[in-house]
């Protein structure tokens, strides 16, 4: 039976949000491919990842290596390029993380493998596989198609919803094909970038604001947007013209020049919806949006929509959200 690798990514001793994204977006695919889906794992003391992958794939190709301990790029692609070559899986799925944009590009030329970047979706269209990728600053939706067999993509984070599909997978375990030290790429220390006030990656609930708030540095602004937000037990983050004008940090920022969210809630306020916006956060559970255009791009992606002004939306939400909590 035919393969669909999907590379694991780890840091740190957690394994990253891709990777569940990656093995579920697949699933799909793969029974199209008549495939089955192989988590290759590579690392040192893994034995954690395995059990947390089991229910998520239906083989676990494990690589431990005290050289794999952390990611470098020329050690994983040895790896990867000797699995590939003697397994010959169908297609090949990285993360288009910093993690992924190192191996995936170098890993293809090696192999003389077609590769798609940036993937956030596939077809299968007369039996050879299509890939959709974004072009010209997320303005069209391109879809590649890849002459041959075997493919290779890298996804883009948050493209896919995680849903554990509950399998049980096989463990199989593979010698490490390294045996010699990497000299040419070495892995020195991590360097986090520096933590903010609020991680809103992390949060299960959004009230974002665009430019349409007007002045967020106005304190009446700031304070009805605040207290819808308290009473949400919401974190505020934004588009990035309050970035540039000063009126909330960087790491506050949706996007594609900012950060992928995906809360349960994600509130649009005075958001028109570019697409680089978009791409940031349209894989939040429930969006609703609220903007005086009703030809606002917003709408096209939200559950639910207020077409209005703000102001006159902002204060009642708060005082139904008071109320549906039993507050005075």
Request: hydrophobic residues 45%; glycine residues 8%; aromatic residues 6%.
């Amino acid at each position: 039976m035919a393969e669909v690798f999907v590379l694991v990514e780890h840091r740190r001793g957690e394994l990253r949000d891709i990777t569940f994204e990656m093995l579920s977006g697949c699933r799909d695919l793969a029974k199209n491919l008549n495939a089955s889906i192989t988590a290759v794992l590579l690392g040192k003391n893994i034995d954690n990842f395995v059990e947390q992958l089991k229910s998520w794939a239906d083989k676990i190709l494990v690589v431990e290596d005290d050289k794999l301990e952390n990611f470098n790029a020329e050690a994983y692609q040895r790896v990867l390029s000797h699995l590939i070559k003697e397994r010959k899986p169908i297609l090949t799925l990285i993360g288009h993380t910093s993690f992924g944009m190192d191996l995936a590009p170098a890993l293809a030329a090696e192999l003389g493998i077609p590769l798609a970047t940036d993937c956030i979706g596939f077809e299968l269209q007369d039996g050879r596989l299509v890939a959709i990728r974004q072009m010209y600053g997320g303005k069209v939706n391109a879809r590649i198609s890849f002459k041959t067999a075997p493919y290779m993509a890298t996804i883009r984070s948050a493209a896919f919803k995680a849903e554990e599909p509950g399998l049980s997978a096989e463990v199989e375990k593979a010698p490490s094909p390294l045996t010699e030290e990497i000299t040419t790429k070495r892995f020195l220390e991590y360097v986090e970038a520096a933590v903010g006030e609020v991680d809103i990656t992390q949060a299960e609930r959004i009230v974002a604001v665009g430019r349409g708030v007007g002045d967020y540095s106005d304190e009446k602004v700031r304070s009805i947007i605040e207290e819808l937000a308290n009473e949400l037990g919401a974190v505020i983050a934004c588009s990035r013209p309050i970035v540039d004008k000063g009126w909330l940090p960087k790491d506050r920022q949706v996007g594609t020049s900012g950060k992928t969210v995906k809360p349960k809630l994600y509130l649009a306020l005075g958001i028109s919806g570019a697409f680089q916006h978009v791409a940031g956060m349209s894989a939040s559970e429930t969006i609703v949006a609220v903007n005086k255009d009703p030809k606002a791009p917003i709408f096209t992606v939200a559950d639910y929509g207020i077409v209005d002004d703000l102001f006159k939306v902002v204060p009642v939400l708060t005082e139904k959200v008071r109320e549906a909590k039993g507050g005075s």
